[in-house]
């Protein structure tokens, strides 16, 4: 049976997605996925693929955390942006993101790289390309996967309760145009890698996140 990512991806956010998708462009995505799966180490596990939407119901969304493209290596993406399963050395760039939390909100950094308590919680962990062949990176960019996560932000944006999209570095940076609706928050900031020293580190993005939702009557994310 020919992969079908539509019907892999949660109903909710199938629905919520649809009336920005073009047909035409998610079959030659499907048609591309399906042959790099088949010929190449391709991460995350296809299991995987949509663990974003299925730890976060779409109604349940409230903040977007924006990464570009998955971890490459072997054991390392698992479909969650800048996370990696437990017992899995945490990345560089996650290593900043903690270092950032503990310097902003005074959390401890946790032993381990998996942000799934923050999914659960109604933060969407998306990569604007939802795949990568191992040892490769960016890939998988420009073959239709920007289409479909940028359908995701497009969704969120015709939310009517508040929806804070953060947006680090500057491939992030250009979907700042897709939130249109003025009672969502986006806030921007450099990349969280080692490699740009600047713009990352003082950004106070938890505290902004917390904020932002206080002010609509939200509760805060549990960090932590």
């Given amino acids: ?93 996650l290593r900043n993101v903690f270092k950032e939390l503990r310097d902003d909100l005074g959390v401890q950094p946790p032993a381990h790289g998996d942000l799934t308590g923050w999914a659960s919680q109604g933060v969407l962990l998306l990569n604007a390309v939802l795949t990568v062949r191992g040892g490769a990176p960016a890939s998988h960019a420009g073959r239709g996967w920007e289409h479909v996560t940028d359908a995701a932000i497009k969704a969120l944006d015709a939310k009517d309760g508040r929806v804070v999209f953060v947006l680090w570095g500057a491939y992030a940076r250009k979907k700042a145009g897709l939130v249109t609706r003025a009672h969502h928050v986006v806030l921007e900031a450099g990349h969280p890698s080692p490699m740009n020293p600047r713009g990352f580190l003082g950004s106070r993005p938890f505290s902004g996140v917390d904020k932002a939702l206080a002010d609509a009557g939200l509760a805060p994310i549990r960090w932590a």
């Fill in 1 to 93: 049976m020919a992969l079908d990512l539509m019907r892999l991806l949660p109903p909710d956010w199938r629905d919520a997605m649809k009336p920005h998708l073009d047909p035409g462009t998610v079959a030659a995505l499907n048609e591309f996925v399906e042959g790099e799966y088949a010929s190449h180490p391709v991460y995350p596990p296809l299991p995987d693929l949509f663990s974003a939407f299925r730890l976060c119901p779409f109604e349940a969304a409230r903040v977007l955390i924006l990464g570009q493209d998955p971890y490459h290596r072997a054991g390392q993406a698992h479909g969650l942006s800048f996370s990696v399963r437990q017992g899995v050395t945490v990345p560089p760039s």
